[in-house]
């Protein structure tokens, strides 16, 4: 799969190990940055990498920052990206057999680096369970329009 990845200060040094992750495990990575300690504002990397799955040029995303929340409340932003704050395995699993999840954010404070790299393991290899979980993702989608 062609994955986006994306971080802030706090996010990148795991960014950049799961981005060598990624590669070991044959996957294709766009890295939006950021590359290094200097501040930055995560909005600015969810804005690439939602943007990057929203049209498709990014089959996935993953975004770290410091606790995974402010890259998930800016991606989800964007229309038609399901970005789910993961910080342990169960979730990651569920937010892609349920809520079909397309970007994986996490917390590099919160998480060790090995588990990072399990959540994110868990939720490349989770299918969409569909069924009955179709109609509340179109139902997600509808809210996009919520105030129209
Ligand atoms: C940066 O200090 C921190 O606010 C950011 O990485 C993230 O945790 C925001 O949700």
Do not use: W
């Not at 060598?20 to 969810?46: I, K, Q």
């Not at 929203?54 to 964007?78: E, F, Y």
């Amino acid at each position: 799969m062609k994955i986006a990845v994306g971080a802030d200060h706090a996010g990148y040094l795991l960014k950049d190990r799961l981005r060598e992750t990624l590669a070991r495990l044959g996957h294709e990575v766009a890295d939006f940055g950021t590359n290094g300690p200097d501040s930055v504002d995560y909005p600015d990397f969810a804005r690439a990498v939602g943007t990057a799955v929203a049209r498709g040029q990014a089959d996935l995303g993953l975004l770290v920052c410091g606790t995974g929340v402010g890259m998930a409340i800016s991606a989800n932003k964007v229309h038609g990206v399901r970005a789910a704050c993961c910080n342990n395995q169960y979730n990651a699993g569920l937010a892609r057999a349920h809520n079909n999840a397309n970007v994986l954010t996490l917390g590099a404070r919160e998480v060790a680096p090995e588990h990072a790299e399990i959540i994110l393991e868990t939720f490349l290899g989770t299918p969409f369970a569909g069924g009955r979980h179709e109609r509340r993702i179109q139902k997600i989608s509808d809210l996009e329009h919520a105030l129209d």
